[in-house]
């Protein structure tokens, strides 16, 4: 973390006390503010109080589940989400990626790995990821600088993956890429879960496609994966 900006807010939320103590002094040593919250509702209060940064939240919580909490967030903000999931628990990666979650990690997990990739997720949204050139398509409209997106003029509102995902692919037209390439090349994992790629596809598409059901602009190829079509004007 740099010493010349202020430092980011974290919020820890997870209802072991071991855990919460652990990542929140991880977290800390990295220069990280940490607030903490051990059900669901304390974690909305903590949010609404002290507007994080990033949110580290597990799924199992009292009160009020994680992937309630993870929906509630979503509404109203745009926070990177990095969920905290049992070895198991595909099925409930696959829905906190459908309702906003950016990035997961596994329990049992390392704090020093959560604490990196924490700090790489903030990285990426501080600065970009280098380039900084306004991409275009038709009347689709991204700005690394100021990572924002707009559709015909309107804003659209992307999570921290739907935008790098969407921003890889404009700066690649035409090229197709299996979900194992866009894993390494967008979320910067050799290993994971493929699913991942599948769900932030289907949200793009819900996003910036006239008829998600047919895409135009993200195309499905049989087989690899996924292409992404330039429109006949910007051809």
């Known amino acids: 973390m740099s010493t010349e900006s202020a430092p980011q807010r974290v919020l820890v939320v997870d209802d072991d006390?071991?855990?919460?103590?652990v990542v929140?002094?991880?977290?800390?040593?990295?220069?990280?503010?940490?607030?903490?919250?051990?059900?669901?509702?304390?974690a909305l209060r903590a949010a609404a109080k002290h507007p994080p940064d990033l949110v580290v939240l597990d799924?199992?919580?009292?009160?009020?589940?994680?992937?309630?909490?993870?929906?509630?967030?979503?509404?109203?903000?745009?926070?990177?989400?990095?969920?905290?999931?049992?070895?198991?628990?595909?099925?409930?990666?696959?829905?906190?990626?459908?309702?906003?979650?950016?990035?997961?990690?596994?329990?049992?997990?390392?704090?020093?790995?959560?604490?990196?990739?924490?700090?790489?997720?903030?990285?990426?949204?501080?600065?970009?990821?280098g380039a900084q050139t306004l991409l275009s398509d038709g009347g689709l409209r991204l700005d690394p600088g100021s990572r924002e997106v707009s559709l015909h003029g309107s804003p659209v509102p992307l999570t921290l993956r739907e935008f790098d995902l969407l921003a890889h692919f404009l700066r690649h037209p035409g090229r197709a890429f299996n979900r194992a390439e866009?894993?390494?090349?967008v979320w910067g994992w050799d290993v994971g879960d493929q699913a991942t790629?599948?769900?932030?596809?289907?949200?793009?598409?819900?996003?910036?496609?006239p008829d998600?059901?047919?895409?135009?602009?993200?195309?499905?190829?049989w087989g690899v994966g996924y292409r992404y079509h330039r429109s006949e004007s910007d051809a």
């Open 182 to 185: 866009l894993l390494r090349q």
């Open 59 to 129: 799924l199992m919580l009292p009160g009020l589940s994680g992937l309630e909490v993870c929906r509630r967030l979503r509404a109203g903000s745009d926070v990177p989400i990095v969920m905290l999931t049992a070895l198991g628990d595909e099925t409930d990666r696959v829905v906190g990626f459908e309702i906003g979650a950016d990035d997961y990690v596994t329990k049992p997990f390392s704090p020093r790995e959560l604490t990196l990739r924490a700090q790489s997720i903030l990285r990426r949204v501080n600065r970009g990821d």
């Open 212 to 221: 998600p059901t047919c895409p135009s602009r993200i195309q499905t190829v």
């Open 197 to 209: 790629v599948t769900v932030h596809v289907r949200r793009l598409r819900e996003k910036i496609e």
């Open 17 to 21: 006390p071991t855990v919460s103590e």
């Open 24 to 42: 929140g002094r991880y977290l800390r040593r990295a220069g990280f503010v940490v607030d903490q919250a051990a059900d669901g509702p304390g």
